[in-house]
């Protein structure tokens, strides 16, 4: 069950935020690198990760290919070693380290890179995915409607795109039936990553957003831990 203070205070936050992307660049995390990491030579990267976060014309609304050298690479999506008592196929997120797992058979994790909520905006606890939906609809809450008013024409929701919030997929995070208000959800905004700037929710690059959503399917558990 997730913290029932701590989710009173968080869903009562992210009613006023929607979860919006932020633009405060917060620090990064201080933690030792993973040994792990992917290897990089000077400003070289590895071709399977160029091809990993490539463009995707394919999509609905075209993707860009992401400028990975504005990225620590610590957060490039890959397979790890990852031991948790957590069953294969939940989604752990690792909000200190700015990490997202999901866990797989013998040991192993696929792990990502995320964005999460600034400080004052974090939760935690264990729910499920609830909803899984691709090019999702943003609707901002009355509350942020009230300081933006330009935002009044998105009263009943912001379509799909590349100003979408959203972003490519957004995955919904109830416990029970309760909407906990939280999305795992893409972003346009690569610099984010790895950084406390949004509201609440827990972002991704919109490649790896993709990935996660073509594994997980609806009611799949996750775990939200602050230490």
């Keep these: 069950m997730l913290n029932r203070r701590l ?5 009562t936050a992210a009613l006023a935020t929607g979860c919006q992307s932020g633009h405060h660049r917060g620090p990064l995390p201080q933690r030792p690198a993973p040994a792990n990491a992917p290897a990089t030579t000077g400003a070289s990267i590895a071709t399977d990760y160029v091809q990993m976060y490539r463009a995707m014309p394919e999509e609905k609304f075209p993707i860009p290919a992401i400028d990975l050298s504005k990225i620590d690479p610590v957060y490039y999506r890959q397979l790890v070693d990852y031991s948790a008592p957590e069953p294969v196929g939940t989604i752990v997120v690792d909000t200190p380290n700015r990490f997202l797992y999901l866990t797989m058979a013998d040991g192993k994790a696929m792990r990502y890179g995320v964005g999460i909520g600034r400080a004052g905006f974090s939760w935690g606890g264990r729910a499920k995915i609830q909803h899984k939906k691709a090019w999702p609809t943003w609707t901002p809450p009355a509350e942020m409607i009230a300081r933006e008013p330009k935002l009044e024409k998105y009263r009943d929701g912001m379509p799909p795109g590349p100003q979408n919030p959203l972003g490519a997929r957004a995955l919904y995070i109830f416990e029970g039936n309760r909407d906990t208000l939280y999305r795992l959800h893409g ?6 990553i790895g950084r406390a700037v949004s509201s609440g929710c827990v972002r991704l690059l919109q490649q790896d957003v993709i990935d996660l959503y073509n594994r997980v399917p609806e009611g799949t558990p ?5 230490a």
């Design 222 to 226: 996750i775990v939200v831990r602050q």
């Design 7 to 11: 989710f009173l205070a968080s869903a």
């Design 187 to 192: 972003t346009t905004q690569p610099w984010s």
